[in-house]
């Protein structure tokens, strides 16, 4: 387990011309530091507000109660910037100065009680492993990345980018993303791969696994070899909607059918969806046998077929009198239908939901 910190950065140096007026610790510091990156890579749905990276203190106080002595402290010697307006929301923002935007080193990490906060943080813990250990497996030493050529092509797009030859990202709201964040970002994650130091986790929401070779942008999986073999990149298209057809199919509720609910390895998985179909969803199961039920399913079925999103942006433009160009909107777009309370029904902003009454 590593820190991941600016390769120029000479803490040790730092606190010896400027000694601290307080009880410091060197690893604790640097955890702090580790934050300002590890956080948003950990989170994509974190939408940085001019590269500060916001990080709730009362986390932090359950771990090291004097946090702010030592932020404060960078910040006097110009190690970081803070945003003390609360503007991100909870939390006050944090970035390195400019003069720390650089290359970026990794540090073995050996206080193994910073070790539990990081592994705290990724809510990792050995269930993880066990539970997860189809997918675990294949994340081990047999994966090799070309440090040397990810970087250049690392360093390719970001001189590109700041020239102004290729566009920079938008984030969803539209806005740029900033080059060098990208750029460090991903130099971090070529480490992590490179130095085996994994440390998946699992949210909460879709239950998917997370690690480095998930968070790093696509392109540079080319640079990745698992025992000498090239990675491939396999997409379901529209995959919820069609594992849906899965769980809307009447026989999928039957044990004789070929593929069907008693065959999933996980009697967790199973409760949860007998659950859910029998309790929140007790009109669909009544209903499950009725031939309009049947013949609502065959149209579905049909419509993720041929493309579910494709579909849904025709109807929802020509329902609602405006443009759906970009997938990710139509996507947001029956998120909101499908998700949203029942309560969201009435106004301007509901007008989707409506669609489907």
């Not at 809510?123 to 070309?146: A, F, Q």
Request: charged content about 25%; glycine content about 4%.
């Amino acid at each position: 387990m590593n820190f991941y910190l600016p390769s120029n950065l000479d803490l040790e140096g730092i606190v010896k011309k400027n000694p601290p007026d307080f009880k410091f610790n060197n690893t604790q510091c640097k955890y702090l530091l580790n934050l300002i990156y590890s956080i948003p890579i950990q989170n994509k749905s974190i939408e940085l507000v001019r590269n500060y990276t916001p990080i709730y203190s009362k986390l932090l106080k359950n771990k090291i109660p004097n946090y702010a002595l030592y932020y404060q402290y960078l910040e006097n010697n110009g190690v970081i910037e803070i945003n003390n307006s609360y503007n991100l929301g909870r939390s006050k923002g944090y970035r390195y100065t400019e003069v720390y935007q650089g290359e970026i080193k990794a540090e073995r990490i050996h206080c193994k009680k910073v070790k539990k906060y990081i592994q705290k943080d990724c809510k990792y813990c050995r269930k993880t492993e066990v539970r997860y250990y189809h997918l675990m497996r294949w994340l081990s030493e047999g994966l090799v990345i070309d440090l040397e050529k990810a970087r250049g092509y690392n360093q390719k797009l970001l001189n590109l980018k700041l020239q102004g030859i290729l566009p920079k990202d938008k984030n969803k709201r539209g806005f740029n993303k900033d080059p060098m964040l990208q750029y460090n970002t991903a130099e971090i994650l070529f480490l992590k791969i490179q130095q085996n130091d994994f440390l998946p986790s699992v949210d909460n929401t879709s239950y998917r696994l997370h690690s480095p070779l998930t968070q790093i942008k696509s392109e540079f999986r080319n640079f990745i070899t698992y025992k000498g073999k090239r990675l491939i990149s396999l997409d379901l298209k529209n995959s919820q909607p069609y594992i849906s057809t899965v769980l809307f199919n009447p026989l999928f509720w039957t044990p004789n059918s070929t593929f069907n609910i008693f065959k999933i390895n996980s009697n967790k998985v199973i409760e949860y969806y007998k659950y859910i179909v029998c309790t929140t969803l007790s009109h669909m199961w009544e209903n499950f046998a009725n031939t309009q039920y049947q013949h609502g399913f065959e149209r579905y079925s049909k419509i993720v077929e041929n493309g579910f999103y494709e579909y849904m942006k025709e109807l929802l433009s020509s329902r609602l009198g405006e443009a759906y160009n970009a997938k990710e909107k139509v996507k947001e777009t029956m998120f909101l239908v499908l998700f949203s309370k029942n309560g969201f029904f009435y106004t301007n902003e509901a007008a989707p939901k409506r669609v489907f009454c």
